[in-house]
């Protein structure tokens, strides 16, 4: 009987130490001479250019290799970074959104402080104090920038607007108007796919902003009072009207982005809701279609937000605080930013944020356009499911799909989403 | 004859023993541990007692996923069982059954995603195979977001499943049926049965036993339904999709609760577990049909052994 007692105690030891040993995190690793460096996966144009400069980096190091690894863009934001980081070989460098999420990083203790590559190092010259303002905490600079994308204004398809005798909707009883018209000539007025809750759910999160303003979206988003307040059911209550106009395509929560947007590139809808992607996206799959953009339609009087504000997020590379190749790292970093290469980013259709970008090879003048959009902004609003905490997001994103689908009432999606949050 | 050496077998047993215990032992206690604790996957683990399961009992949507999983069991029994047990009984009987046999069973060797792939095609309300049929044939009253509409998502979802594997349980209960002795089948034709009635009152009692094994792998199977739910709604719409794996991956690969969703695995696995011991007692206590029930085929039923035996094998001539 003792003996039993005995090897159960030590199964349930060998147990317990299997535990905490898979559940600690990894110790700092010794300097391997490999440098890794994890992103979400750019498209192929972006990741030539990566492999290109790392092909550079390792002619002139040649004690260094590089070791690219770009994931799916959706592992890569939820479980796949921090897999990375826990394990063993943790990338040196790797890509992130600012807000929340760069926090988040910082708490966990892998953002190392860069200001002296900025001042005296390798970056030093190569962005403006302005762009690095946006990449610090506590007047540390913690990110390499690398671009700044609109991550929602409202496409159109100048033609069908034209034809349907509707002008690009600058306020919404504009847009209003323009779904009237363009559902009268039998053609789709907004075509979204948010199947996976996030298309619709950025474009609406920013109509929430302006509705109910910058600071209470913000504070709500970061886990401050509850949803289920006048503000954000006046904010939801745009989002009934849209979907009671017959605005957005019946589809809509039934098909993913890709096919939503294939509506657009195949004229069969004259507007859709998505960021400053679309423009290489379109320009390979629909070279002949002519579009433009405008930001989001200012809400009506009673909002309370900045009625310009503009929705998007700058991204950037962050070096480990664990990693013993920081200086490897900063040398990278600033070789992917010497102007042979942000002209090489460019022809990829990045809007790199380094000084060099302004000079040499032109972008396309929508992209241009929003660059200048975002850069002059008097109000940034962080999306939701990069600037916040991701559950928060996926409950908002649920209560938007819900209203837009005829499926809830705005107060009853709002107290949906605080049950969710435990609000 | 003993072995020499008592630990002699075990050797030969390690690499298989370590196997297991690597791979299914260790995740089993690992998950079951990690269950007790809030912990994002590589932070700091908190032990929280039993809070993550008391979370899960009291969560709507991991509730309701159990309900949309049943329903969707019970969809499978008749579109996957009940339907490859007609199909299994139409090339049994029929002519020209093999390359209908090749065209019903051939979904069963694409890998799901791919199915799910296609289907959502099929399914797209714009420009999808239904709608366009139905607007062709003058049915637009029913033409619908087949994927988008809660009334219709879990059915889609379903009927794409049933598709898939009703071909797989008619391989199984066709070459059921081929180990039913000729001489049965002959002796009810000599009295005047014809297909229907053979396949009613001879071949579907005789072959009892897979039918048995047939359902509970469609109740199991159905509890660990994925891919297909993953690729074509994501859980959607509003949730009317959502099943424990569904909710189950969100919770801990994107949100990054490894201690809730692994409480919610712990509890599935219970579940299923359950429902596996309760279906054998329920099979093993079944009543056997009696003679006296004039049920000629009592004795000489065809069990899931008899799947394990290459066509045409057995004693003498096998019913075609």
């Known amino acids: 009987m003792n003996r039993k007692i005995a090897r159960l105690a030590l199964v349930g030891a060998s147990a317990a130490v299997l535990l905490a040993a898979c559940g600690g995190s990894a110790p700092q690793a010794e300097n391997d001479h490999v440098l890794r460096i994890a992103m979400g996966s750019p498209g192929d144009a972006q990741i030539r250019v990566w492999d290109d400069v790392a092909a550079q980096y390792m002619a002139a190091h040649p004690e260094t290799k590089v070791e690219m690894n770009y994931q799916q863009d959706d592992l890569y934001q939820t479980i796949g970074l921090p897999t990375l980081l826990a394990g063993k070989n943790a990338p040196d460098v790797y890509f992130e959104w600012t807000g929340e999420r760069l926090k988040q990083r910082q708490k966990d203790g892998f953002v190392a402080d860069i200001t002296e590559q900025f001042t005296s190092g390798p970056l030093k010259g190569l962005f403006t104090d302005d762009t690095l303002k946006g990449f610090s905490v506590d007047g540390k600079t913690v990110m390499v920038p690398y671009s700044a994308d609109v991550t929602n204004v409202l496409w159109y398809n100048k033609a069908l607007l034209e034809q349907a005798g509707a002008t690009p909707p600058t306020t919404w009883d504009e847009l209003l108007d323009a779904c009237t018209k363009l559902s009268a000539a039998g053609v789709i007025p907004i075509t979204t796919g948010n199947k996976d809750l996030w298309p619709a759910g950025n474009w609406f999160g920013h109509v929430a902003s302006r509705v109910v303003g910058e600071d209470v979206y913000a504070q709500t988003l970061s886990g401050t009072g509850k949803f289920a307040t006048p503000e954000w059911e006046t904010a939801f209550g745009y989002i009934k009207q849209l979907a009671d106009a017959k605005c957005v395509n019946d589809s809509a929560n039934a098909i993913d982005d890709n096919a939503g947007a294939q509506l657009f590139f195949q004229g069969k809808a004259a507007m859709h809701p998505i960021g400053s992607w679309l423009v290489s996206w379109a320009i390979d799959e629909a070279p002949d279609l002519d579009f433009d953009y405008v930001n989001l339609p200012a809400m009506p009087s009673e909002a309370k937000g900045n009625q310009d504000s503009v929705i998007g997020v700058a991204t950037g590379y962050i070096v480990n605080a664990k990693s013993p190749k920081q200086k490897e790292a900063a040398e990278f970093m600033a070789l992917l930013n010497s102007p042979e290469n942000v002209q090489k980013l460019i022809e990829a259709e990045v809007t790199p944020l380094a000084i060099s970008a302004s000079e040499g090879q032109e972008i396309d003048g929508r992209s241009a356009s929003l660059s200048s959009l975002l850069n002059n902004a008097p109000a940034v609003v962080l999306p939701p499911d990069t600037g916040y905490d991701l559950k928060t997001a996926d409950a908002l994103y649920a209560g938007i799909a819900a209203v837009l689908g005829g499926q809830a009432t705005p107060a009853d999606a709002l107290a949906e989403i605080d049950r969710t949050l435990g609000r | ?320």
């Open chain 2, 1 to 320: 004859m003993k072995p020499a050496r008592s630990f002699t077998p075990w050797l030969f047993m390690a690499p298989a023993l370590a196997m297991f215990g690597f791979a299914v032992l260790l995740p089993m206690v690992l998950t079951f541990g990690y269950s007790f604790t809030e912990w994002n996957g590589f932070g700091p683990m908190t032990f929280v007692g039993l809070d993550n399961y008391l979370a899960a009992a009291t969560d709507p949507i991991f509730r309701g996923s159990f309900v949309h999983v049943c329903l969707y069991i019970a969809a499978t029994l008749v579109l996957e069982v009940l339907v490859g047990l007609a199909l299994a009984g139409i090339v049994s009987a029929a002519r020209g059954r093999l390359w209908f046999r090749v065209a019903i069973f051939a979904p069963v060797m694409l890998p799901m995603v791919v199915v799910a792939v296609l289907w959502s095609f099929v399914y797209n309300p714009d420009f999808g195979l239904v709608n366009a049929t139905l607007g062709a044939v003058g049915l637009e009253q029913l033409q619908r977001v087949w994927l988008g509409d809660p009334a219709t998502a879990l059915a889609a979802v379903s009927v794409v499943s049933g598709w898939v594997y009703a071909g797989f349980y008619m391989m199984i209960f066709y070459a059921a049926f081929r180990q039913i002795p000729h001489e049965v089948l002959e002796a009810g034709r000599l009295d005047g049965a014809g297909e229907w009635a053979l396949f009613r009152r001879v071949k579907v009692p005789m072959i009892r036993s897979v039918l048995w094994v047939g359902v509970l792998l469609c109740i199991t199977g159905g509890f660990q339904g994925f891919d297909l739910f993953f690729v074509l709604t994501n859980g959607g719409p509003y949730g009317a999709t959502e099943i424990p794996t569904t909710y189950l991956v969100k919770t801990v690969f994107r949100n990054g609760e490894v201690g809730y969703g692994s409480a919610m695995a712990v509890v599935l696995t219970v579940i299923v577990l359950g429902v596996g011991l309760a279906y054998s007692r329920i099979a093993r206590r079944r009543p056997r049909p009696s003679a006296e029930s004039g049920d000629e085929a009592a004795d000489a039923q065809v069990g899931p052994s008899a799947l394990l035996q290459p066509e045409g094998a057995g004693a003498g001539e096998r019913a075609g």
